[in-house]
């Protein structure tokens, strides 16, 4: 069984708790383990304030979020009007005080890149969503122990 959703966003800072509410929320309904909804959740946060942070806004002046979820994984992505670089993961100073978003999601995700199409420049990254017990068995998803937000 998988799922998608696409979600357009004003290119504002609100956004970002607006599509962590809905990742979290759809997550929870499929009954994804709460650890790997969190990470899928950081993982969004991360992307789309990069985004806000770095790049241009879609055409329409808004920007795109996305999931596809399967048993095993979610992928997530953020799709805007590009920025004059290319996203990567930085490796900042103890002492900066950003620089870590990529960072953060090359760690969660077990693989992550940029895709170009067009006028628009898509960051994906794909999660693990099933809870192996290192014997190839999935564990029983445990429900989030909090409200999603």
Known sequence: MSASSVVLLP????????????????????????????????????????A????HPLPSGQIRVSWEWNEEHVEVAVSDGGAATEPRAGRPALSSLGGRGLGIVEYLASTWGVRHEGGV??????????????????STPEPALRECG
């Open 52 to 55: 806000l942070r770095h790049a």
């Open 11 to 50: 290119y504002a800072p609100s956004s970002v708790a607006v599509a962590r509410q809905r990742l979290c929320s759809d997550l929870q309904e499929r009954g994804v383990y709460k650890d790997a909804v969190e990470d899928a959740v950081l993982v969004v946060s991360e992307l789309l304030s990069n």
């Open 121 to 138: 420049t898509t960051v994906w990254a794909v999660v693990t969503v099933a809870d192996t017990m290192g014997n190839g068995r999935v």
